[in-house]
């Protein structure tokens, strides 16, 4: 089951914040993401989240708390889950002189994100998008382990079983991310982890993309050596657990 | 030394991934059983006598982890499987159980101290969830206390609510208290007077990835006294510890008394008998409880166990086990010793648990198991080890040589760490 408010948070800190590696990944993001001068959004989700993504030189960063140019207001989770769906466009209450990037760039980057995360089948035939494509899935995966951790009541049972220490989880040749457990909280961050107390390696894009489309389970994988796991493994168990909901959030 | 390959365990396991989820699964798999690096594990056994097992491609293993307890006297024990084989030929599954089953009830009542009656079926876990439902009908209560860090199987009442296939009301009436905590016991009791079916917990804290934690002295004589004035079951977990420290139950070994005794894994010697040990109070409830199974009553188990019962009595039990224990404990901690490795050897000797103390994460000890495993001594990253009786001195002798060799191949990849 879907709660409203922590999938406002994995929409915030793990569906927009994919627009890092978009834009760090694909040419049209980047030149959409390349304003005259530096624009930023903010979302203020009335009894949920709030960040800003911020757009300059082909790029885009998301920062916590509203200080956007164009800040949006939005009334509930609900009202927030709905705009990432695309099923509402809310109007700023400030930034109106520089609404023109909202409803035209904006939603031009989001547009493309959807079509990496849900690629079709036709798409994902070309090798290179498919990495591109898998890449960006994995980091939307990575944040939303935190989001959901720190945020779902059954997220926050898994997460309260992880010692502290950081987990590295890696596609081996292509994206890393640290996720670093503590005090029952996980922060994920985009880069490799230099000191890990576990790890987590799928051998292949194909692997991670298989996992993520749960056409390949787990444990399986595990088996047969297309994961590679290590360290404390409890902390692996356990983030594990948080990935079954993360498909549930994802799907 | 050699070290092993695996080509024929490893074609095999991308055989079996085709048709059993997850080429093996549960705690012998490479996946649950920690097999890391994965390379580094046999996937299959062709054979096994004694203290040994060979592996399909011919690698033959000193095994300390005894089919994860089963094995207690050696691998084909020529008295159990003979008098396995003489009831095979009489009759095994049949609808009318076999008489055998009543002389292994004596039998038991004989030998365990708890045991006023017993309930068999096949595995550990029937019998922790036999125990469970039997106290809550028995006092009409709703609430387990657990020790954290616990193993009581596989069923839904053991699990977290997290866990996808499990309802959170089926886990919401779990308690949980830390091993040895006697005032935390005291405090749960407390908050949740009246509604506490039974405290369930193994006779020492044999948890995995954790250093193993025996009782502090009084410890379960307090929990018996608490268990006993609160009106709560005290139910013990003997599947795992189940005679390597005593024939009368590990309760015995400790010093007090069950309500209810979880046994299984030493039994019968590896044929699959499970046995549920309990109180004359509690005989009128667990009657009443409609449990069965299409294999509980099989005759075949219930010879093997008689056999195996009387072996181990003629052999030394539990004692015997522990001393053996101490001896392998002996010659790891000797090599550790004399290769400046930190090694923590924890639990009870027979039962003997190990972590590698230089590193907070476990990957080196991780790395030491596997070169253990590569050269024939087949030890596990993060469970606990279990003797047999048919361990020889030699054998001792060969896992020192193959401990000090492999700590060897360790510290030689981590100049960094060990000068």
Same mark, same amino acid.
């Given at each position: ?53 911020? $757009? ?49 760039? $904006? ?22 998008? $498919? ?70 390696? $799928? ?49 | ?5 695996? %080509? ?18 549960? &705690?012998?798999?490479?996946?649950? /059983? ?31 982890? #005894? ?25 095994? #599954? ?19 101290? #708890? ?37 009581? /199987? ?18 919401? &009436?779990? @308690? ?26 193994? %006779?020492?804290? &044999? ?68 046995? @549920? ?40 039990? /539990? ?12 010659? @790891? ?20 648990? @190990? ?29 606990? &080890? ?34």
């Amino acid at each position: 089951m879907k709660d409203p408010v922590v999938m406002a948070h994995v929409n915030m800190w793990a569906v927009l914040k994919s627009l890092e590696p978009l834009c760090a990944l694909d040419e049209t993001a980047k030149a959409l993401a390349s304003p005259k001068k530096p624009m930023s959004i903010g979302f203020h989700v009335q009894g949920g989240p709030m960040a800003t993504l911020h $757009f300059d030189e082909g790029s885009c960063r998301m920062t916590r708390g509203n200080t956007g140019k164009v800040k949006l207001l939005l009334p509930s989770p609900q009202a927030f889950n709905a705009m990432v769906d695309g099923d509402r466009n809310p109007l700023p209450y400030s930034g109106l002189t520089k609404v023109n990037f909202l409803l035209r760039e $904006f939603t031009q980057l989001t547009d493309l994100l959807e079509v990496y995360l849900r690629p079709s089948q036709e798409d994902l035939e070309d090798r290179a998008f $498919f990495e591109r494509s898998t890449t960006i899935l994995f980091h939307t995966v990575a944040f939303a382990l935190a989001a959901i951790a720190n945020n779902d009541p059954l997220g926050r049972i898994a997460a309260a079983a992880i010692p502290d220490g950081t987990i590295a989880m890696e596609i081996l040749g292509g994206p890393a991310v640290e996720i670093t457990a503590r005090d029952s909280r996980l922060v994920t961050r985009s880069r490799k982890a230099e000191r890990p107390r576990s790890y987590m390696i $799928f051998d292949s894009f194909d692997t991670a993309r298989g996992l993520f489309d749960g056409t390949l389970e787990s444990m399986s994988a595990l088996a047969a050596g297309k994961i590679r796991m290590g360290g404390y493994i409890p902390m692996i168990d356990n983030l594990n657990r948080i990935l079954g909901r993360v498909a549930v959030y994802l799907a | 030394m050699n070290t092993y390959t695996y %080509p024929k365990n490893d074609a095999l396991l991308q055989r079996a991934a085709q048709v059993i989820p997850c080429g093996v699964y549960g &705690h012998q798999g490479p996946a649950e /059983g920690c097999f890391i690096p994965i390379s580094a594990f046999p996937k299959f056994a062709a054979k096994a006598k004694g203290s040994y097992f060979y592996d399909v491609d011919g690698n033959k293993f000193l095994d300390y982890m #005894c089919a994860y307890g089963p094995n207690i006297l050696g691998y084909c024990d020529e008295d159990v499987n003979a008098a396995a084989m003489e009831q095979m030929a009489i009759g095994d #599954c049949i609808t009318a159980p076999s008489y055998k089953m009543v002389e292994l009830a004596e039998l038991m009542h004989e030998t365990v101290q #708890c045991a006023d009656w017993t309930f068999f079926a096949k595995n550990g876990g029937d019998t922790t969830t036999l125990a469970v439902l039997t106290a809550r009908a028995a006092t009409g209560k709703r609430k387990i206390i657990f020790v954290k860090g616990y193993y009581h /199987g596989v069923a839904q009442w053991t699990q977290r609510a997290d866990a996808p296939w499990v309802l959170p009301s089926e886990v919401e &009436h779990n @308690l949980m208290v830390d091993f040895n905590d006697i005032e935390g016991l005291k405090k749960i009791i407390e908050e949740n007077k009246d509604d506490i079916a039974c405290f369930i917990s193994t %006779p020492y804290m &044999h948890g995995n990835f954790v250093d193993n934690v025996l009782p502090a002295p009084g410890y379960w004589q307090e929990v018996r006294r608490l268990c006993t004035e609160n009106g709560i079951i005290l139910i013990i977990d003997d599947v795992r510890c189940g005679w390597r420290l005593d024939l009368a139950g590990s309760d015995h070994y400790y010093g007090f008394e069950a309500d209810l005794l979880c046994l299984c894994k030493g039994i019968a010697n590896g044929f699959n008998v499970s046995a @549920l040990c309990g109180k004359d109070f509690l005989k009128p409830t667990v009657s009443s409880i409609t449990y069965t199974g299409s294999y509980w009553m099989s005759a075949v188990p219930f010879a093997a166990a008689i056999a195996c019962i009387n072996k181990m009595k003629a052999l030394g039990g /539990g004692q015997a086990h522990l001393a053996l224990g101490r001896k392998v404990c002996d010659v @790891l901690a000797k090599a550790a010793r004399e290769n400046g490795v930190g090694l923590s050897i924890s639990g009870e000797p027979s039962l003997f648990y @190990l972590r590698i103390t230089d590193d907070n994460s476990l990957m080196l000890h991780q790395e030491w198991i596997a070169e253990m495993v590569k050269r024939g001594v087949y030890v596990t990253n993060h469970h606990n &080890h279990f003797t047999n009786l048919s361990l020889t001195d030699a054998d001792i002798d060969f896992t020192g040589q193959v401990a000090d060799e492999a700590f060897k191949a360790l510290k030689a990849r981590h100049p960094e760490l060990y000068q």
